[in-house]
C-alpha cells in the first residue's frame, strides 16, 4: 500500500470527555468526495476503498444511521433528508468525528460533506482538518436524475419532488463550496456522465498521483 507523500498529515482533536481529561489525538487524512446527489459519489468510494485503503465515510449513511438507532435527533434528521435540506454542522460533525476516531485507519473518503459554507467552516474550526484534496463529480442533472429515480434503495429522498429540491440545494449552497475549495487549488474535477468503469479510470490518475509504492 502506498503512503500519501504530498500532504501534511493534520490532527483530530476530540473534544474533552465529562471528566475532563485530556482529547485523544490522531493524525489523518482526508479526501472530500463532492457532487450532486446521483453523481456516483457512493459508488466510486467503494471502488477507491478497495484500491487505496481508505476507509469510506458517507454524512449521508452516517445519518440514516443514527436515524435508526433511534437517537434523540432521529426525527429532525428525518424531516431534514425528506425536505432534501441540510442537516445542521454540528450533528453531522459529531457523527463524522466518531467515525474517525473509533476507526482504525487514518485516511479517510469524506463523501458528502461539506455540503454548504456552515459545514466546511465548522468542520474545519472543529477538528482543525485540511482536506488533501475535493474530488469533485460533474454530473448533468438529467443523468443524475435518471440515476435517483433508478436507485432502488427505498430511499425518501429518491422521489422526483425531492431530487429537485437537492439538487436546488447543490447549485445554490454545495457548489459554492466546490469553488471555495477550487480557489484555493485543492479541487480534482471528473467528468461523471461517463460508465462507471470510465469514471474509475480517471479516479486512479488522481490517487496514484498522490501515492507512492512503499
Ligand atoms: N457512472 C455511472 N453510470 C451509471 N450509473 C451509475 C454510475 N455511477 C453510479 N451509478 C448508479 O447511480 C445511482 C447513484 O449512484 P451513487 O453512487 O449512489 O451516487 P451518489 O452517492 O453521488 O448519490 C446508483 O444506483 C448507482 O448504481
Ligand atoms: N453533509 C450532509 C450530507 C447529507 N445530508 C442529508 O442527507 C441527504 C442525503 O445525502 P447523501 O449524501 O446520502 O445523498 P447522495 O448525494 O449520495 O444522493 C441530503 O440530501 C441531506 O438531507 C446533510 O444534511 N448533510
Ligand atoms: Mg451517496
Same mark, same amino acid.
Do not use: W
Given at each position: ?35 450532486? %446527489? ?27 444511521? =443514527? ?22 454542522? =454540528? ?39 485540511? %482536506? ?83
Amino acid at each position: 500500500m502506498g503512503t500519501v507523500v504530498d500532504a501534511a498529515s493534520f490532527e483530530l482533536a476530540s473534544g474533552n470527555d465529562a471528566n475532563g481529561s485530556l482529547p485523544t489525538e490522531k493524525k489523518v487524512k482526508v479526501v472530500f468526495v463532492l457532487g450532486g %446527489p446521483g453523481s456516483g459519489k457512493g459508488t466510486q468510494c467503494a471502488n477507491i476503498v478497495e484500491h487505496f485503503g481508505y476507509t469510506h465515510l458517507s454524512a449521508g449513511d452516517l445519518l440514516r444511521a =443514527e436515524i435508526k438507532s433511534g437517537s434523540e435527533n432521529g426525527t429532525m434528521i428525518q424531516n431534514m433528508i425528506t425536505e432534501g435540506k441540510i442537516v445542521p454542522s =454540528e450533528v453531522t460533525i459529531k457523527l463524522l468525528q466518531r467515525a474517525m476516531q473509533e476507526s482504525e485507519n487514518d485516511k479517510f473518503l469524506i463523501d458528502g460533506f461539506p455540503r454548504n459554507e456552515e459545514n466546511r467552516a465548522a468542520f474545519e474550526r472543529v477538528t482543525k482538518i485540511v %482536506p488533501e484534496f475535493v474530488l469533485f463529480f460533474d454530473c448533468a442533472d438529467e443523468e443524475m436524475e435518471r440515476r435517483l429515480l433508478n436507485r432502488n434503495q427505498g430511499r425518501v429522498d429518491d422521489n422526483i419532488e425531492t431530487i429537485r429540491k437537492r439538487f436546488k440545494v447543490f447549485v445554490e449552497s454545495s457548489l459554492p463550496v466546490i469553488e471555495y475549495y477550487g480557489s484555493h487549488g485543492k479541487v480534482r474535477k471528473i467528468d461523471a456522465g461517463r460508465s462507471v468503469e470510465e469514471v474509475f479510470e480517471a479516479v486512479k490518475i488522481i490517487f496514484s498521483s498522490v501515492t507512492v509504492v512503499a
